[in-house]
C-alpha cells in the first residue's frame, strides 16, 4: 500500500541576518522524513518552538519550504501551487475566533473555497454548504448567521466545515483543541472521529495533551528543536519512551 | 472561615432586562485551603474572584447574604477600606501575565513597587538597597536564578512562565493570606503548568496561605487541591472533597465534565466516542428557568425547570433533584 503523504527530507531555514561576507540563519525545521498511510491520525508532540507548528504549515503550504519535497498519492506538491494543495490540504486553527472573518455570514464563508476550488454553480454550491454544516452538527439556518453570534464550540465546527468542504484527503489540525473547553472539546473529538469514518480522511494533529494523542492518534512524531527524536505508533512511544525528553512531555499526563 | 460566600448573586443590566449571571452562588474558604472552582468559559467563575477583589464596575449588580473576608463584610467596606484589607491580605494573578504586567517597567522596578514600606526595617537611605536585596529574594523564591539579568528586562522580554512566576512573586511580596489564581496557566505547555502549580503548592506549605484556583479544565486542577466546586452558567452545581468528588460525582455536570476531561482515560478504548453533553452552554439573553443544565442534562425531569435547592451531605453539597451515587441513603 502506497502512503497518502510522503514527506522527504523537508526543512526550513530562515535567514536571520545578512551581510556580505556572511548568512547567519535559524533553523526551524532539521530535514525530516516521515510517511502517513490513508485514514490514519499522525500526532505531532513537542514543546513551544520545537518546529511542529513549522512543520504543518509547511505541509500546508502557508510555509515556503527550504529544501526536500512533499509527496501526496506519489504526486509531487509544487510549493507555490495553492489550487492543488487547497484540494487535497486543509487546515484547522486554534483560534476558531480569529480563523473566521467577522464581516462574512457563514454561509459566504463557506462557499468561498467552493467559488475558488471549483466550477460549481450558486445552487449546487449552496446546496454543498448545507450539507457541510449538517455533517459538522450545525443547521442550514446557521448559513445567515455571522460569526460573534455563534458560541466557540460551534466557531470551532464552522472552521471544521470549512476545511472538509472540499472533500480533502488531509487535515491538518494546528492546537485545534486546545482553548477549547472540555465539554465542547469532547464534542468535536467526537466530530473529527465521525467525519474521519464517513470520509476516509487522515489527520495530522498537532497537540500537546497526551491524552488527546492517545486517544486519537495512530502514530506520533515527538519533536525537539526542530528535529524528530522519536516516531511510531503511539502506544509503543508512550508506553516506553525511549528519550528523556519524551517521559518528560508526558509526565504531564494524569495518572 | 477565612472566606464566606452566601448566595452571591451578580446581575446585569441589557437592553431585555435585569439578567443573573450569577445565581445565588456559595462559597467557603478555610484557612490554609486549596480550593479550585472549575467551570467553563463564560460560567461565571471570574466574576466570583472579581466580585470578592472589588474590581467590576458599577453596572454589574452585587447582592448578596454574606460577603465575608475573615471579620470584614465586603460589601459595606467603602473603597478605601477596602483596598486597604484586600491590598494586603489578598492577591490575585491572571490567566495572560504578559499583558498584567507594565510594559514600561522593568521587572525590577515593578516587583520593588510591590515590596511594602513595613517591611523595610532600615533607615530612609538604606531602603533602595535593603528594597533591592528583597526584590532579589522575592525572585529566588519563584524559581528564578539568574536575578541580575530578569530585573533588568522588560514584560515583552519574558516567556509565558517566566511572567507568570513574576507574577506570584509580586503577589506573594506581602505574604497575602488568600491568593485567587484565574485560571494561571490555562494557556502554557503541560510541563510550565506542572512549574507553576508546583510553585503555588510550595507556598501553600511552606506560609500556609490560602489558594482559590479558578480553572476550565477538570484535567488540569492541582494535585494538591483539597475541595473542589462545579459552577455551570452561573450556577453552583456541587461542592465538596476533591477526592470523593471525583469519585462518586453527585451532580451530573460532575459526571458530565468528568467522562469529557479525559480524566478518566485509561478506562476508555482508544478512539471511542467520548460521552458528552448534548448541546451548547445557553447565552445570557436565553437562560434556562430554574436548573440551567436542564435543557443538556440526560436525566432532567419536568422537576428541574424549577431551581434546586443545595443540599448538604456530611461535607458536600449539591444542588440537584435526582443526584447520582446515592446508595447509603436509601
Known amino acids: 500500500m502506497k502512503p497518502l503523504l510522503e514527506v522527504r527530507e523537508l526543512g526550513k531555514v530562515y535567514p536571520l541576518r545578512q551581510s556580505f561576507f556572511r548568512r547567519t540563519v535559524f533553523t526551524a525545521l532539521q530535514p525530516t522524513s516521515f510517511q502517513l498511510m490513508a485514514g490514519k491520525t499522525l500526532a505531532i508532540m513537542g514543546a513551544n518552538g520545537s518546529g511542529k507548528s513549522t512543520l504543518a504549515g509547511l505541509i500546508a503550504g502557508a510555509i515556503q519550504p527550504s529544501q526536500g519535497e512533499i509527496l501526496l498519492n506519489g504526486q509531487r506538491l509544487q510549493p507555490d501551487n495553492y489550487r492543488q494543495r487547497a484540494q487535497h490540504i486543509r487546515m484547522v486553527f486554534q483560534d476558531a475566533e480569529a480563523s473566521l472573518n467577522p464581516h462574512l455570514t457563514i454561509g459566504s464563508q463557506l462557499e468561498e473555497p467552493l467559488l475558488f476550488n471549483t466550477g460549481l454553480n450558486q445552487s449546487q454550491r449552496r446546496e454543498r454548504v448545507v450539507h457541510t454544516l449538517q455533517q459538522v452538527g450545525l443547521l442550514a439556518e446557521h448559513m445567515v448567521f455571522y460569526p460573534h453570534m455563534l458560541s466557540t464550540g460551534q466557531k470551532q465546527r464552522v472552521s471544521i466545515a470549512r476545511a ?27 466530530l473529527l472521529l465521525d467525519l474521519q469514518q464517513d470520509l476516509k480522511m487522515s489527520y495530522i494533529f498537532i497537540s500537546q ?12 512524531l515527538i519533536m525537539k528543536d526542530g528535529r524528530i527524536i522519536e516516531q511510531g ?21 494524569l495518572t | 472561615m477565612l472566606l464566606d460566600i452566601r448566595n452571591l448573586t ?25 480550593h479550585t472552582l472549575v467551570g467553563e468559559s463564560g460560567s461565571g467563575k471570574s466574576l466570583i474572584a472579581r466580585a470578592i477583589m472589588g474590581f467590576l464596575s458599577s453596572n454589574w449588580h452585587i447582592q448578596a447574604d454574606r460577603l465575608w473576608f475573615e471579620e470584614h463584610d465586603l460589601l459595606t467596606l467603602t473603597a478605601s477600606q477596602r483596598r486597604h484589607i484586600i491590598g494586603v491580605d489578598i492577591a490575585m494573578i491572571f490567566q495572560d501575565a504578559k499583558s498584567y504586567l507594565d510594559p514600561n517597567l522593568t521587572v525590577g522596578e ?12 532600615g533607615r530612609w537611605l538604606q531602603r533602595r538597597k535593603q528594597r533591592k536585596e528583597r526584590v532579589i529574594q522575592l525572585l529566588h523564591r519563584v524559581g528564578i536564578k539568574n536575578h541580575e539579568s530578569m530585573m533588568t528586562s522588560y514584560a515583552h522580554e519574558l516567556s509565558e512562565g517566566a511572567a507568570q512566576k513574576i507574577m ?16 494561571p496557566t490555562s494557556t502554557m505547555e503541560p510541563a510550565t503548568r506542572q512549574q507553576i502549580y508546583r510553585l503555588l503548592a510550595q507556598f501553600h506549605a511552606r506560609y500556609g496561605m490560602s489558594i482559590l484556583l479558578i480553572s476550565q479544565d477538570l484535567g488540569a486542577i492541582m494535585k494538591e487541591t483539597e475541595r473542589l466546586s462545579m459552577i455551570y452558567s452561573g450556577q453552583l452545581m456541587e461542592t465538596g472533597p476533591t477526592r470523593a468528588l471525583l469519585d462518586k460525582p453527585h451532580h451530573p455536570y460532575t459526571e458530565a465534565l468528568l467522562n469529557t ?18 448541546g451548547t452552554e445557553p447565552s445570557l439573553q436565553h437562560l434556562p428557568i430554574g436548573c440551567r443544565l436542564g435543557p443538556r442534562c440526560a436525566n432532567a425531569r419536568p422537576k428541574c425547570v424549577q431551581t434546586p435547592e443545595l443540599s448538604k451531605l456530611r461535607d458536600r453539597a449539591f444542588a440537584c433533584h435526582y443526584p447520582l451515587n446515592l446508595e447509603e441513603k436509601e
Open chain 2, 110 to 121: 515593578q516587583l520593588g513597587e510591590a515590596v511594602l514600606d513595613q517591611d523595610l526595617s
Open chain 1, 164 to 190: 472538509i468542504i472540499l472533500n480533502p484527503q488531509l487535515l491538518v489540525a494546528d492546537e485545534a483543541l486546545a482553548t477549547l473547553d472540555s465539554s465542547v472539546r469532547a464534542q468535536i473529538i467526537n
Open chain 1, 209 to 220: 495533551s497526551p491524552e488527546i494523542v492517545r486517544h486519537l492518534a495512530d502514530d506520533v
Open chain 2, 261 to 278: 476531561s479525559l480524566y478518566r482515560q485509561s478506562q476508555r478504548e482508544p478512539r471511542s466516542r467520548l460521552p458528552t453533553l448534548a
Open chain 1, 233 to 253: 505508533a503511539v502506544d509503543t512511544v508512550f508506553d516506553d519512551p525511549q528519550e528523556r525528553y519524551t517521559q518528560s512531555l508526558l509526565l504531564s499526563e
Open chain 2, 10 to 34: 451578580i446581575s446585569r443590566d441589557t437592553p431585555t432586562g435585569r439578567v443573573q449571571v450569577l445565581e445565588r452562588v456559595n462559597l467557603q474558604i478555610n484557612e490554609g485551603e486549596i
Open chain 2, 168 to 183: 506570584i512573586a509580586s503577589a506573594i511580596a506581602h505574604r497575602p493570606k488568600l491568593l485567587i489564581a484565574d485560571e
